[in-house]
């Protein structure tokens, strides 16, 4: 059961190495750069999007069916909580809609889950241009605390074990941000193995731009204090 109620651990036949999980929030375009870069048609991988009533689901089914749309209430936790129930892989990949990934990513993350056993990975992180130059000292700093500390953020994607996913109750749903962080610290507090996956992904830094580096990067480390200590009681 989910930390709110809304989440049951249901059995599940696990039928695919790896479900791709992508949410989209209600102001977010449609990420179909990264769908396209992540539909390899590989019988063993699938790609779930996570929407909200503000987006097309039949027009994106229509155009890719292979592109599984789950549906429902805003929230990011209760968007990827949604669509991990639907999912039907061993490993869960969480990828944020404004990511960018090298080619042959999936490739290289279903390699590293057959050899990773039971594991949370990550990927290495770099902002996009679309942001102040002072966005790399946030991605040095993030990949330091992800190395030295064993606690990764979302926009580095996170991939783990689906049954491990279950165990932690899944994604809070009462959180409005930071969902991914408190989901780290309850696995790395319940004995999950936390490593970088060998990949890096680019994820946009618009918001530094639209907010100001230093508010946002002061705004982001406190709550990100808060949640630690919230997560880790």
């Known amino acids: ?8 651990n249901l059995p599940k ?23 396209h870069g992540l539909n390899t048609g590989l019988d063993e991988v ?12 039949p027009e994106i089914s229509a155009e890719l ?6 549906a429902g209430s805003a929230g990011r936790g209760r968007q990827l909580n949604r669509a991990a129930d639907a999912a039907r892989g061993r490993w869960l990949w969480l990828i944020h809609a404004d990511s960018h990934l090298p080619d042959h990513a999936v490739t290289q993350v279903l ?11 990550f990927c290495h992180l770099r902002f996009a241009e679309d942001g102040p130059w002072l966005t790399h000292l946030n991605a040095v700093g993030a990949n330091l605390r992800s190395r030295w500390l064993q606690m990764p953020y979302g926009d580095q994607t996170l991939c783990l074990p689906g049954k491990w996913f279950e165990r932690l109750g899944g994604f809070r749903e009462d959180l409005e941000r930071g969902e991914d962080l408190d989901l780290v610290v309850r696995a790395r507090r319940a004995g999950l193995p936390i490593e970088p996956i060998g990949l890096t992904v680019t994820t946009s830094a618009r918001r530094y731009a639209q907010h100001g580096w230093l508010r946002n990067t002061w705004q982001h480390q406190v709550n990100a204090m808060r949640l630690i200590r919230r997560a880790s009681t």
């Open 65 to 70: 069916p292979e592109i599984k749309v789950i």
């Open 46 to 57: 699938e790609i779930l999007l996570a929407t909200t009533g503000q987006h097309a689901g």
């Open 13 to 35: 036949s696990w039928l695919m190495q790896l479900s791709i999980v992508i949410p989209l929030g209600p102001e977010e375009p449609y990420p179909e750069k990264l769908v």
């Open 111 to 121: 390699e590293w889950t057959r050899q990773a056993q039971t594991r949370l990975g």
């Open 1 to 8: 059961m989910g930390h709110n109620g809304h989440w049951t």
